[in-house]
């Protein structure tokens, strides 16, 4: 559990909400290390560019039942990976509990400001959650993207950040995802995003993102860590409030993740325990492709398990293969 300095006024909110993740039985890896890979930039327009790790495709995978409860205690046997419809030789295999690296991304535009202390108060709770061996980082955004102190343990030093956050400008939601992406694609371990916002995008028109909705979607389907995304409704200038879960829902699919709604306090908590949770209890899943990555383009990725239909596998729904301009002893 974490130490937190918050302010006072949070202290009742965030009691009993501490969490501790247990740790998933080990299992041995399929092989001893994980197989070789290569690093390649991917680019998204003119502005965006990712670290895609090929040839090998390693996979963060959550298997649950049809209630929602975390199946642990799999072997590598028990998973079936389909690239393309192909089956794939699994080489490398963890279930064992490691850190997770997440960048947590909260909306502070002015659509956003009659929800803005609830997502201080989700900033703080997650914050609370963390293990102690992960690491954290905070960014807010508007018109564009403030990143506070680099990832650490020492949470704390993320809470003047969020403390600071004002409600300002414009929604530029899809750079700001992009962003995020590019900045959490230089860390190799496993990592997440965490997006608090409302959905919306102001548009180029209004000072809103440069980039495209379908580039942010492309942006989470190029990611290597799961997105979640938590939506709190923001204020519309056409009246009323305004929440745009389609895009929400869709950004966390296509990475592995799962988005969360929550009406009050209590949901909050409990969707966040929900996300540590998750974070904590994947299997960890590398395979070399069998088909020839110079082919490149789109592969997509299918998960099973074997001989049981009421267990779902969640993963990314697949990746780029990069053509090959250059080999790993020439880099």
Do not use: C
């Not at 998973?79 to 997770?100: C, H, K, M, N, S």
């Amino acid at each position: 559990m974490r130490t937190v300095l918050i302010p006072v006024v949070l202290v009742s909110v965030l009691a009993g909400a501490a969490f501790a993740p247990g740790q998933p039985p080990a299992q041995p890896p399929a092989e001893e290390a994980r197989p070789e890979t290569i690093e390649r930039e991917a680019m998204l327009g003119d502005r965006f560019s990712f670290v895609v790790r090929v040839p090998s495709v390693t996979l963060d995978v959550v298997v649950a039942d049809e209630r929602g409860r975390f199946i642990t205690g799999l072997g590598p046997d028990d998973f079936e990976i389909l690239e393309d419809g192909v089956p794939q030789e699994i080489r490398y295999f963890t279930a064992d509990l490691t850190p997770v690296t997440s960048l947590l991304l909260l909306d502070s535009s002015a659509s956003v400001r009659s929800s803005l202390t609830a997502i201080q108060t989700a900033a703080y709770i997650f914050l609370r959650n963390m293990a102690s061996e992960d690491q954290g980082r905070v960014a807010t955004f508007s018109e564009g993207v403030r990143f506070g102190p680099p990832y650490t343990t020492e949470i704390w030093d993320q809470v003047p950040m969020i403390r600071a956050m004002r409600p300002f400008g414009k929604t530029a939601l899809y750079d700001a995802i992009l962003t995020s992406l590019q900045e959490l694609s230089r860390v190799e371990e496993r990592k997440a995003l965490i997006l608090v916002s409302d959905g919306e995008d102001s548009g180029p028109d209004a000072k809103g993102s440069v980039s495209t909705r379908e580039q942010a979607l492309e942006g989470a389907r190029l990611s290597e860590g799961a997105i979640y995304t938590v939506g709190y409704t923001g204020w519309s200038p056409e009246g009323g409030g305004k929440l745009n879960r389609e895009f929400l829902d869709s950004v966390a699919e296509q990475s592995g993740g799962r988005s969360y709604y929550p009406d009050k306090i209590e949901d909050l908590s409990r969707h966040f325990r929900q996300i540590q949770h998750e974070l904590h209890r994947q299997y960890q899943i590398a395979y070399l492709p069998s088909r020839d990555r110079k082919e490149g383009g789109w592969r997509s990725i299918e998960v099973r398990i074997k001989d049981r239909d009421d267990l779902v596998a969640r993963t990314r729904k697949g990746y780029y293969a990069a053509p090959e301009t250059e080999t790993s002893e020439s880099r």
